[in-house]
């Protein structure tokens, strides 16, 4: 419902069933889409398919129960040009079944991604996206002891249809590395996968950890936690990242840290114009970086254990960039991931004898199905997103004529987690579904609905909702 002005809050002993119903689906639909492809090796396709629907539908019924109020000028327009680019996509794909089926699980991310938005104010989203990342941490790494303490060998799907006698490395659940110092796989069944998660709870509960022992006033938003709990579960975040080790992450991780280190220095400035020559320094910092890297890639990859040509993807892209020269302009129809069925991708891409449902460069993969109209649409949706939460991270709250309250650390993940999402675009193409596609619409959407973060003393003494919304969800 679009609206201009705030509803009449609501007394919140009122809420406090539906918030928690709220709250447990919120958890559940994060966690069921950042366990990825959990259900598919559980379940198969028609599994998974099912907890997607349910998961979208339960998201969906939060969304219309909460009714959270929008303001009418804060549409994300990018985001919404480009969805309706998707769809009208169907009228020249090549492959009109595989766009029509991926549309409905585009559609049921971006329910989840508008609930969190709408539903939660910021602090509760990072609590959310922290509950659901222990569970799929905690899983994985007690799946993986399974694995390799009782099964003792590696293990593929349930109901797999492949030749069991000869399966291709890739196909497996768990390979039983656990033990022998390889890398997991966790409940996903990818350590890539299983490492963006990991990556995501050292930044969220890391800041939650700074802001309790920082900000004695936002210890409320922080999250009922104790500092202890906190600490065990940024442990686990790590353990989990280094076991299940993935040179693209790391990048991630790498770049991740540059843009906090950037974002603090630039909160110490003292004036507004003190603020150019840090953003210079790192600018040089930057270039300097990428120039290095571009110069010095060999013997990078080589330090990391990777091929010269990025474990196969030039040969992908390759392939990928004959299909976008053929339909530059609006590109062959959408397919994120692509549908194995069509005939397009049935043998488009065969690595080690699995068929590949990326181009692995988000980039690529959104020319070549949308075409440069779709990539200016994707761009500017990426480009805002960065935006609004670089700011939101080094501007001093305002909900009031005070210019001065105190930042708060966890102002920072929305920033955090966008940086770390757009350089995995680089490299994989998860940014267009899943996780990757729910994280960009929560944080586009939530920085146009709600630009500025909550001023710890004013939550703190006050369950009421903010004006754009008409109910809080505390959790």
Known sequence: MLSTEPAPPRPPAALTTRALVVRHVAVFATFAVLAGTFWTNLFTIWGYTAVALVSGGAALACLMVVRPNWRRTRVPWSLVGYGVLSIVSLAW???????????????????????LAGCFTWPEVIRVLGRAVTWVLSLSLLFEFVVAAVIRHPVLPNFYAGDSADPPLLDYWSRD??????RIQGISGNANLLAVVALLGIIVFGLRLAARRDEPGAARLAGPERRWTLLIRLGLSVVMFLLSFSTTILLAAVVTAVVLAAALAIRRAPRPEARTPVYLGFLGIGVVGAVGAVVFRTQLLGLLGKSPDLTGRLDIWATVWRLIEQRPVFGWGFSSPWAPWEPLFTDLVIRRGVRQLQAHNAWLDVWFQLGVVGLVLFAAVVLSMLTRTWFLAVDRPRVDLDARRPYTALSLAPVLIAVSLVVQ????????????????VLLVVKTKQEPAWPVPTVAASSDLAPAHRRDVIDG
Do not use: Q
Not at 177 to 182: D, E, I, P, V
């Open 177 to 182: 590395l656990l033990f022998s110092g390889g």
């Open 93 to 115: 794909s090549a492959y009109p079944s595989g766009t029509a089926a991926t549309l409905l699980g585009a559609a049921l991310c971006t329910i989840l991604g508008v609930t």
């Open 425 to 440: 675009s680089v490299a994989e193409s998860r940014l267009l579904i899943e996780s990757g596609w729910v994280l960009l």
